[in-house]
T-cell receptor
Framework: KQEVTQIPAALSVPEGENLVLNCSFT??????LQWFRQDPGKGLTSLLL?????REQTSGRLNASLDKSSGRSTLYIAASQPGDSATYLC??????????FGPGTRLSVLP | SAVISQKPSRDICQRGTSLTIQCQVD?????MFWYRQQPGQSLTLIAT?????????ESGFVIDKFPISRPNLTFSTLTVSNMSPEDSSIYLC???????????????FGPGTRLTVL
């Protein structure tokens, strides 16, 4: 059964810093890995989807990478802004299972 | 992508009552899902809503407590029955869309329903 973990649980950085969020999964037989953003009390917004055949995806200041063999994905945020403050969740889509979510990383970007 | 709406966006309910949450999608989808997110926690899948058949519930969730309807390919409801304060959570519906070139699916979420039970 797939298990997904995320580190750190919380992160606080000054505005302008580049940062990396980590996501690990136990079963490498995934068909995709998706990153979401969640603002307090709100739903999830899809940020990036990496298919199992891909190594990375980019959208603006966001870059997500996938290493299936090591069971890891990272979300890189360049030049962080206060508006990036939110909880970031990763979810693994595995064959024969529903999406499994990590616990999330709570990011605070300080002005 | 998919645009998903949920109603109500939030509600405060009394213990012992029931609340029905609606989820509407702007396109026909096969797979719809209902999740619960308790305060400070990640998402837990409640059930998969199947059109034309009964929902498939995850371990720890039962139909009597969380009845689900799926009358067509764009709409679903989740009812939280006989509520207690432990049911206070955000309830989210989501859909899974197939990629245009492959079977790799992407999930999209509604804005959530924030439920407080007193």
């Amino acid at each position: 059964k797939q298990e997904v973990t995320q580190i750190p649980a919380a992160l606080s950085v000054p505005e302008g810093e580049n940062l990396v969020l980590n996501c690990s999964f136990t079963d490498s037989a995934i068909y995709n890995l998706q990153w979401f953003r969640q603002d307090p009390g709100k739903g999830l917004t899809s940020l990036l989807l990496i298919q199992s055949s891909q190594r990375e995806q980019t959208s603006g200041r966001l870059n997500a990478s996938l290493d299936k063999s090591s069971g890891r994905s990272t979300l890189y945020i360049a030049a962080s802004q206060p508006g990036d403050s939110a909880t970031y969740l990763c979810a693994a889509g595995s064959y024969g299972q529903n999406f499994v979510f990590g616990p999330g990383t709570r990011l605070s970007v300080l002005p | 992508s998919a645009v998903i709406s949920q109603k109500p966006s939030r509600d405060i309910c009394q213990r012992g009552t029931s609340l029905t949450i609606q989820c509407q999608v702007d396109s026909q989808v096969t797979m719809m899902f209902w999740y619960r997110q308790q305060p400070g926690q990640s998402l837990t899948l409640i059930a998969t809503a199947n059109q034309g058949s009964e929902a498939t519930y995850e371990s720890g969730f039962v139909i009597d407590k969380f009845p689900i309807s799926r009358p067509n390919l764009t709409f679903s409801t989740l009812t939280v029955s006989n509520m207690s304060p432990e049911d206070s959570s955000i309830y989210l519906c989501s859909v899974e869309l197939a990629g245009s070139l492959s079977s790799y699916n992407e999930q999209f979420f509604g804005p959530g329903t924030r439920l407080t039970v007193l």
